[in-house]
Every structure is written in structure tokens, then in C-alpha cells.
């Protein structure tokens, strides 16, 4: 079984549908059972686990993980994940810094193979918090197949505090913010940056996102973004540019879509929630 959520729109009306149905949507996903099931294994069986190369070689384990991350689509590269795994992410010439992209270091932080304080698979609450978060991420990924933007919108309400409360936030705000793709794509949309943006010097990016944060947001600091309505401010603009441009990654226009249902007599807008969410959830 499948599932598809129901997205009638895109752009901001799309999300403000999104956030009204959550909930409903979200259990709908979860009943599906596929990837309930696989996040019910993870916490029955990962306690078990000693090492590394153990947790890359249980496939089934390692999709939780690595979904639990926004890397679901590196499970192949198995050798590359195990040494992230045993580096650690205390030096700064460990494999997971240098790889550009932060997810892998969060990655390498929360199983602390190669740390300081070891393994932490065992500790209290890590299942329980990973196979969450693979759940999430899982929905997150539904919805991103049918509207990316949206997809991004939500990972970035939920991923940006972290950088944004960090006690290094004005030092190495920004850069956490430009080493984690997702997050990226929704500040340079937001802030109305050009595509060749990234073909800059690493400070002079910085640079520049300080300039458009202190115009938008009244702060050169990311740490604005600890802040509830910065991040809806942020959300606002990326998805009303998004939609504008037409980058929302969705077959047809939220408008084209709407247009669509309303002109059909049986259409969505003669629908309840439960029976768009019933003909979504499909074998």
C-alpha cells in the first residue's frame, strides 16, 4: 500500500491547506503500514546493534537511519556511510565535515560510533526519536512528490532551530545553513538570490546572506530564526517566489490543479477530507 497526500494547490494556499490537514493526513500515511512497520523494526532491533559496520549491513536498519537524515538515497553507498560512522565528527578532517553537506555530521553525531562518548543507540529515547523523525521525513518525502516546495517548506520549520539556537549561531550560522542543501534552496529562494549565487566565495556568500537577513529579518544573524514569525516570513516569501517562478516541482499548477477539480461536478470541491485521503491511500 501507498500513499499520496492531497494537494489541491501549491504555493502559499497549498501549504495553508497542508497545515489545517496535517494531522488527518499524517494518519492516513501512517496506516498505509509500510513504513510504520519499518520504523516499529528500528526500535525493536537497534538497541542490538555494536558497531558501524553492523548497522550498514542491516538494510533495513540503515533506510531508518539515513531517512531519519533526508539521506535516503545514499543506502547504497555503504562504505562511504560506514566510514562517516566510525570517523566521528571531532576532528575537523573527519569524512562527515568534509563532505559539504551537514546531514551527514548529524548523521555521524547521533550514533556516536566515532566520538568521544561512543555509541548512543542505546540511550534512552533514541529509537523512539529517530523512527519518529524516519516517519516524518517519510510524509515529508510524499508530499515532496507531488510539490517539492512544500516538502522543503516543512523541513525547514522543523530543521532550522537547531542552527539557529546554536550557541555557535553567529560564527557558523550561515555556513551550517549553505552545508545543508534543503535549507539552502529555501534561504536563496527566499532572499531572491540568483542561480549563480553559489559559484561565489564561500565568505562572500556569507556575506551576502547577512545583507538580505538584516533587509528581511533585521539581523544579520540566522539567530533571527529562533524566532517563530522569521520563520513563517522566510516560508512566505520562499514559497510565494516559488510559485511565481513556477519552481514548485509540481506536474501541473496549483492554479491549472484548482481550475481543474472546481470545473469537474464530482471534483474535490464536493468532497470531504476523509474520502480525498481514502482515494489517495491506495494499494
Given at each position: 500500500m501507498s500513499f499520496t497526500p492531497a494537494l489541491p494547490l501549491s504555493g502559499l494556499?497549498?501549504?495553508?491547506?497542508?497545515?489545517?490537514?496535517?494531522?488527518?493526513?499524517?494518519?492516513?500515511?501512517?496506516?498505509?503500514?509500510?513504513?510504520?512497520?519499518?520504523?516499529?523494526?528500528?526500535?525493536?532491533?537497534?538497541?542490538?546493534?555494536?558497531?558501524?559496520?553492523?548497522?550498514?549491513?542491516?538494510?533495513?536498519?540503515?533506510?531508518?537511519?539515513?531517512?531519519?537524515?533526508?539521506?535516503?538515497?545514499?543506502?547504497?553507498?555503504?562504505?562511504?556511510?560506514?566510514?562517516?560512522?566510525?570517523?566521528?565528527?571531532?576532528?575537523?578532517?573527519?569524512?562527515?565535515?568534509?563532505?559539504?553537506?551537514?546531514?551527514?555530521?548529524?548523521?555521524?553525531?547521533?550514533?556516536?560510533?566515532?566520538?568521544?562518548?561512543?555509541?548512543?543507540?542505546?540511550?534512552?529515547?533514541?529509537?523512539?526519536?529517530?523512527?519518529?523523525?524516519?516517519?516524518?521525513r517519510g510524509f515529508e518525502r510524499a508530499v515532496g512528490e507531488v510539490n517539492n516546495d512544500l516538502r522543503l517548506a516543512m523541513n525547514f520549520r522543523r530543521e532550522i532551530a537547531a542552527i539557529a539556537t546554536s550557541d555557535t549561531?553567529?560564527?557558523?550560522?550561515?555556513?551550517?545553513?549553505?552545508g545543508t542543501p534543503p535549507l539552502r534552496a529555501v534561504v536563496e529562494q527566499a532572499f531572491g538570490l540568483p542561480t549563480s549565487f553559489g559559484q561565489l566565495d564561500i565568505d562572500q556568500q556569507r556575506e551576502v546572506l547577512e545583507d538580505r537577513s538584516e533587509q528581511i529579518l533585521g539581523q544579520r544573524s540566522p539567530a533571527a530564526l529562533a524566532d517563530g514569525e522569521a520563520v513563517e516570513a522566510i516560508i512566505t516569501r520562499f514559497m510565494a517566489l516559488s510559485d511565481t517562478q513556477g519552481a514548485g516541482g509540481i506536474a501541473t499548477s496549483g492554479a491549472a490543479m484548482a481550475l481543474q477539480l472546481l470545473s469537474q461536478p464530482n471534483g474535490l470541491a464536493g468532497q470531504s477530507l476523509g474520502n480525498i485521503l481514502l482515494s489517495n491511500a491506495r494499494l
Open positions: 494556499p497549498g501549504l495553508r491547506f497542508l497545515d489545517r490537514t496535517y494531522e488527518t493526513q499524517f494518519a492516513a500515511f501512517e496506516a498505509t503500514g509500510v513504513q510504520a512497520r519499518d520504523a516499529a523494526y528500528f526500535r525493536d532491533q537497534i538497541g542490538s546493534i555494536q558497531s558501524a559496520d553492523e548497522l550498514v549491513a542491516d538494510r533495513r536498519l540503515l533506510s531508518v537511519a539515513l531517512g531519519a537524515f533526508g539521506l535516503e538515497d545514499e543506502i547504497n553507498k555503504t562504505a562511504l556511510l560506514q566510514k562517516v560512522l566510525e570517523e566521528g565528527t571531532l576532528s575537523p578532517e573527519s569524512i562527515a565535515n568534509r563532505l559539504g553537506d551537514a546531514r551527514f555530521a548529524q548523521f555521524s553525531k547521533a550514533f556516536g560510533f566515532g566520538d568521544i562518548l561512543g555509541p548512543q543507540n542505546r540511550n534512552p529515547g533514541f529509537a523512539e526519536d529517530l523512527a519518529n523523525r524516519y516517519l516524518e549561531v553567529d560564527r557558523t550560522g550561515w555556513f551550517s545553513i549553505m
